[in-house]
């Protein structure tokens, strides 16, 4: 990948202050891990705060660009492969629990909260 095609793929630091910085420190702050995802096939990670990837036990540039569905454990990803999206249409935030594979193997559930979101006018989460 070129880095023009690295560039769009990953959210650097101003776009993410633009889209809504503070709320993203805070809930840094606060623990939470913070992950944008583009919607647009294949939906990949384009930011991940330090806290999320700290979560997911990889180094921020192992996550970044690369599908979200990656860092699921199997069952959970096959749960949702045979389930489709669950992803409302709506601007309703949605809540829920996934089993995800870190780094070291260790599968662990979080709860996640879903909302979707603008990406350079193009749909994320």
């Not at 910085?21 to 294949?42: F, K, Y």
């Not at 601007?91 to 350079?120: C, H, M, S, W, Y």
Request: aromatic share 4%; net charge negative.
């Amino acid at each position: 990948m070129g880095d023009r095609e690295a560039e769009q793929i990953v959210w650097e630091s101003d776009r993410i202050e633009a889209l809504g910085g503070g709320l993203i420190a805070a809930a840094s702050a606060a623990g939470m891990g913070v992950c944008l995802v583009s919607m647009q096939n294949p939906r990949r990670v384009v930011y991940i705060s330090d806290r999320g990837a700290e979560i997911l036990g990889h180094a921020r540039a192992d996550i970044l660009s690369r599908p979200a569905v990656d860092f699921l454990a199997p069952d959970e990803r096959a749960r949702r492969d045979a389930t489709g999206p669950r992803v409302r249409d709506d601007d309703r935030p949605q809540f829920t629990e996934v089993v995800v594979k870190r780094a070291n193997g260790e599968e662990v559930p979080v709860e996640v909260a879903l909302a979707p979101i603008r990406l350079d006018d193009a749909p994320g989460l």
